[in-house]
């Protein structure tokens, strides 16, 4: 059966109150695809589900990222939207079959927190993250899709209030009917964190804390792991769940360095002033070999600088009098050095 003129279907795949959903081969570009075709069984809920679904293609034609659900196209005449086909299934058939190692639920949710931190960016409210909506493709690469419950707009202003979404990855001002907000989407990504690594539901940190916690239940992970994760549950968003205008970029890097197990003197150190710069350059000289160390590589080997007599002295040296210093080279011409009055 060929489908607009175009996508040979292979077999119908699903069907929903508002859509069908046959996975097909493009016809021109040999591609496989899902063809979501919308239909409604409802004719007084059809207004409002054709515009859901003109919503979620207009996200999905905004949101071009690498963990997004691309759209293919959109064909008016269904309407109907053209996706690439994801083989590897959706999150929750994956939780389903089998347990999921620490290193890879990270993996996956920050993959996520990039698409959302992108999306966010863009004006654009999921709502509904969780793990049904988060699917892969034929290298099993994470992929946010199924924007059908997304705003679209200014997220300075308020989304819609009420219950949006799916209750048990629905944050808790969400289930109060509050408007949802970028802290909603992130407390989402928290949730399928959470229940990644314990089997469990997830449920709003209260005072930064788990019951049960994470590393209760995997012995793999320690107290670290659970606040990086308690930090996406926190009840209170202001206080906890950070809504910066890329999510993906300001919590990933904190939440992969705990998950790895980094030790905190091997993370990036803030910037301090250049008096303690000799005592940071030998502690980081430090954290460098042992990592080498760990991973059975030979040390580094040292670098020497020699100094030139009369060149000039760094500040704190001994020495005084004129220097010289040579000037920046030019192209492929060499400038003689000139000299420079001492300090």
């Not at 863009?122 to 892969?136: E, W």
């Not at 926190?234 to 890097?253: H, K, L, N, Y």
Request: include cysteine.
């Amino acid at each position: 059966m060929l489908l607009f003129g175009r996508y040979r279907m292979t077999r119908e795949v699903v069907t929903t109150p508002h859509a069908r959903i046959a996975e097909a081969v493009d016809a021109i570009t040999g591609e496989r695809v899902a063809v979501k075709i919308f239909a409604s069984s409802s004719e007084s809920a059809g207004r409002d589900a054709l515009l859901r679904f003109e919503r979620e293609a207009r996200a999905l034609a905004q949101l071009r990222h690498p963990n997004a659900v691309p759209l293919r196209a959109y064909l008016p005449e269904g309407p109907a939207m053209v996706i690439p086909w994801m083989p590897g299934g959706s999150l929750a058939d994956m939780m389903r079959r089998e347990p999921v190692a620490p290193a890879r639920a990270m993996e996956i949710v920050s993959a996520v927190l990039d698409a959302l931190g992108e999306a966010h960016r863009l004006g654009i409210l999921h709502r509904d993250v969780k793990p049904s909506n988060v699917l892969f493709d034929d290298v099993g690469t994470p992929r946010l899709g199924d924007f059908g419950a997304a705003h679209l707009g200014d997220l300075s202003s308020t989304a819609t209030a009420g219950a949006i979404g799916t209750f048990a990855y629905m944050s808790p001002e969400q289930r109060l009917g509050k408007p949802a907000t970028v802290a909603s989407d992130l407390y989402g990504a928290g949730a399928m964190l959470y229940e990644l690594l314990t089997g469990e539901a997830a449920d709003p940190a209260r005072n930064g804390r788990l019951e049960p916690p994470p590393s209760a239940c995997h012995p793999d992970l320690g107290s670290e792991h659970d606040v990086a994760v308690a930090r996406l549950l926190a009840e209170d968003p202001p206080r906890g769940r950070r809504t910066p205008s890329r999510p993906g970029a300001a919590c990933a890097p904190a939440l992969v360095d705990a998950l790895a197990g980094a030790q905190p003197a091997e993370r990036a150190a803030p910037h301090r002033p250049a008096a303690a710069a000799a005592p940071r350059a030998a502690a980081g000289g430090a954290a460098l070999r042992a990592r080498r160390s760990r991973r059975g590589l030979a040390p580094p080997r040292p670098v020497v600088r020699a100094r030139r007599a009369g060149h000039r002295r760094l500040p704190g040296e001994p020495g005084a009098g004129p220097c010289l210093r040579p000037r920046r080279a030019r192209g492929a011409a060499h400038r003689a050095p000139r000299r420079c009055p001492g300090r």
